[in-house]
């Protein structure tokens, strides 16, 4: 079967930096390699043993159609990070065995393969995928001690399934499995899942190893929203049995995240040293920037007697000996009393997401903001804050791919193997797969959808190391431009990535509109930034369906013509966020150039749902959300993502935007000598 890293792709150029106290142009840019050889690989898929001789291959399932590959002026990409599986060979177990093999890795990770009683390479490597969950040799064979655990893992699925759920195979091919199966291991009854995506375009993109059915998914507007569920979720963590985990590009870990009350822990210290006196292990790595930010929130956790932290510097060299990449992910997972829940998307644990004690929203740095100055992870003065952002909540099957994502950080720096030593080794080894929502079960909150999730992600090892290269988000992108058929939104904090104005372009004839949020370059932070943008824009707009795509920023209100933009409280955006035809969503940590898509650490949530009975989709709702926000209109106003898209063009009274001018400024003298190889250096593909 075809998997979604054997479509053939294009590639091209460009990429980020970070606003604020430690720019991403080099974090530790100055700074000397000292990297050091990785444990790895880690979580790598590689090939099983191949038996002598030729391997027979078994008839070719009807392969689904391939969807369009629109042209763009770039070459091919090829798959990266995954071997190729060795050719397909009868089981030595005997098909009615295998067919329950296959049966029983569906019900327990959540997948979809075709339970034909032959072990070919998609069922090896999902051998191998719960071989590496258990701890157990990694060697894509169903030996006894893989039965064993298989038939544990079965039997926990068996009973977390309620009773009546919708079953994948007929009365028949049950009542066969369990025949077949009766001396061997008992059958598992198929695991609940939703539809397959439609329309059959998005199927390319959301068929993955990865892909997980039947998530609760919700959206998280802004700081306030997203602090709030970050609270309540480590609450639940209470036991000596519960954890929580956080990757971070920067830790504020002193303001509260909750209206805070008294005895009641409101900041991120509180809560963390309160879960480690509850026997809670916490565990956290963060990027080591340039200077000492993030190092005395390192310190703080290690000193907790559960907790420890890894200063993380094993990034992308562009060339020996400095260091430009930076790790970016925002990730934050919890084992609690509700079971695993998991964040992702593109908001730090910092105060310029929220409005400061008093009212106002940040510093003074854009025309006409105001406000004392507050800590800005973002920004020239911390103009525009608080920030306009995104997050995502995720419970299911995918918050297990984002707690993997932290091993995996983990395991790759060998600074943890002396922290398992003297504090234990992590807990979330030990996690089974979260059950999946049943079919046609719809979450509590406007927010929230049963949600097929792809956790996709960009990581670059280190020179000299033998981490696995992942350019997942990079794959994904590209496959949903090109695959788009009404409009695109999207919400970019830099929007200097060549290749993707590439991509977009060649969408624009058969799309509507493409509509994109940034924020404004003169609250900007980036190094030539004017430039980098008026390089996209006049990409973008080229040919003669340019004027479909259309380019804004945020001001504060009133924007009368003909007046200058006033950058106020909550303007800037710090978004990575696409909308692809109110079908797909992406709410992740990459931004839309070279560092999010060739090597900077970062992880997107692909988010696909099915109508729900409200008549909307997950990407739907959270469109509505934003223009609601953006344009100043009830979101029902806006519930069509075609004809709702004049109201850019023509705002209603209060609309918080404007057209973006790039040629309203120019980068200073000394910003442009800074090489764009620093700026935003371009990783292998």
Same mark, same amino acid.
């Given at each position: ?77 090829? @798959? ?19 067919? !329950? ?6 019900? /327990? ?107 609760? #998914? ?31 590009? !920067? ?10 009350? *008294? ?18 292990? /916490?565990?956290?790595? $963060? ?34 000996? #400095? ?7 925002? #990730?934050?997972? /919890? ?31 854009? =025309?006409?903001?105001? +406000? ?23 419970? +299911? ?24 030593? =003297? ?9 089974? $797969? @979260?059950?999946?929502?049943? *079919?046609?079960? /719809? ?23 033998? +981490? ?34 590439? $991509? ?147 705002? @209603? ?14 980068? =200073? ?17």
């Amino acid at each position: 079967m075809e998997t979604f890293e054997e479509i053939p792709l294009e590639i091209g150029a460009e990429g980020e930096l970070e606003r604020g106290g430690g720019s991403r142009m080099g974090g530790r840019a100055a700074r000397m390699g000292g990297r050091a050889r990785l444990p790895g690989p880690v979580g790598r898929l590689t090939g099983g043993p191949r038996p002598p001789g030729p391997a027979p291959r078994p008839p070719r399932r009807p392969r689904p159609p391939r969807p369009p590959v629109y042209p763009a002026p770039w070459p091919i990409l090829s @798959p990266v990070g995954v071997e190729q599986e060795p050719a397909a060979a009868p089981s030595p177990l005997g098909s009615e065995y295998a067919r !329950w093999v296959q049966h029983s890795l569906n019900a /327990v990770l959540g997948l979809d393969l075709p339970v034909n009683g032959v072990i070919g390479p998609e069922t090896r490597s999902a051998i191998r995928s719960f071989q590496r969950r258990e701890g157990l040799p990694v060697d894509g064979i169903v030996g006894p001690p893989t039965q064993a655990a298989l038939q544990r893992q079965a039997a926990l699925q068996r009973a977390t399934t309620a009773p009546g759920a919708g079953a994948a195979g007929t009365g028949t091919e049950d009542r066969e499995l369990t025949r077949a199966a009766a001396s061997s291991a008992p059958p598992a009854p198929p695991a609940p899942r939703l539809a397959a995506p439609t329309p059959a375009r998005w199927t390319a993109i959301m068929r993955a190893p990865e892909l997980r059915t039947g998530n609760s #998914v919700s959206f998280l507007i802004d700081g306030v929203a997203a602090f709030q569920a970050m609270h309540r979720a480590i609450l639940t963590a209470k036991t000596n049995q519960h954890y929580i985990y956080l990757l971070g590009w !920067w830790l504020s870990d002193d303001f509260p995240l909750v209206p805070p009350r *008294p005895g009641a822990p409101a900041t991120i210290r509180q809560l963390f040293a309160a879960a480690s006196g509850r026997g809670v292990q /916490v565990r956290a790595m $963060l990027w080591d920037q340039f200077g000492t930010k993030n190092t005395a929130e390192v310190r703080r956790i290690n000193a907790l007697a559960s907790g420890a932290a890894i200063l993380d510097n094993h990034t992308f060299s562009a060339f020996r000996p #400095v260091n430009v990449g930076s790790h970016h992910q925002k #990730v934050l997972v /919890v084992k609690g009393e509700d079971g695993l829940i998991a964040f992702c998307g593109g908001i730090d644990i910092n105060p310029d997401r929220v409005p400061r004690a008093g009212g106002g929203g940040g510093s003074s740095g854009g =025309s006409g903001s105001a +406000g004392a100055v507050i800590s800005s992870s973002g920004g020239s003065s911390g103009g525009g804050n608080p920030m306009h952002d995104v997050h995502c909540q995720i419970r +299911g099957p995918a918050a297990h791919d984002l707690l993997a994502t932290f091993i995996r950080r983990w395991d790759a720096n060998p600074g943890h193997t002396a922290i398992d030593r =003297s504090k234990g080794d992590l807990r979330g080894r030990r996690e089974p $797969l @979260p059950p999946a929502l049943p *079919p046609g079960t /719809v979450p509590t909150g406007p927010t929230a959808g049963n949600c097929a999730v792809r956790i996709t992600r960009t990581y670059e090892p280190p020179r000299g190391t033998r +981490g696995v290269r992942e350019r997942s988000i990079r794959q994904t992108l590209r496959a949903a431009i090109q695959n788009a058929q009404r409009f695109i939104y999207m919400e970019d904090q830099y929007l200097v990535s060549m290749e993707a104005a590439a $991509l977009l372009n060649a969408a624009l004839p058969r799309l509507q509109h493409v509509t994109i949020l940034i924020p404004d370059s003169r609250i900007s932070d980036m190094p030539r930034v004017w430039e980098g943008r008026m390089n996209f824009i006049n990409r973008l707009k080229a040919g003669p369906h340019g004027h479909k795509a259309r380019v804004f920023i945020l001001s504060t209100p009133l924007n009368r013509p003909g007046t200058p933009p006033t950058f106020g409280p909550h303007t800037y955006i710090h978004a990575k966020t696409w909308i692809f035809d109110d079908e797909l969503a992406v709410i992740g940590s990459a931004n839309c150039n070279n560092r999010g898509w060739t090597h900077d650490s970062e992880v997107n949530a692909v988010i696909f749902e099915n109508r729900n009975p409200a008549g909307l989709t997950f990407a739907q709702r959270l469109r509505m959300q934003l223009w609601a926000e953006h344009l100043n209109v009830p979101p029902g106003s806006v519930r069509d993502g075609v004809a709702g898209g004049s109201l850019w063009t023509t705002p @209603p009274t209060g609309a918080r935007i404007r057209p973006y001018n790039p040629r309203a400024g120019t980068d =200073s003298f000394l910003r442009r000598q800074i090489p764009w190889t620093v700026i935003d250096p371009a990783g292998p593909p």
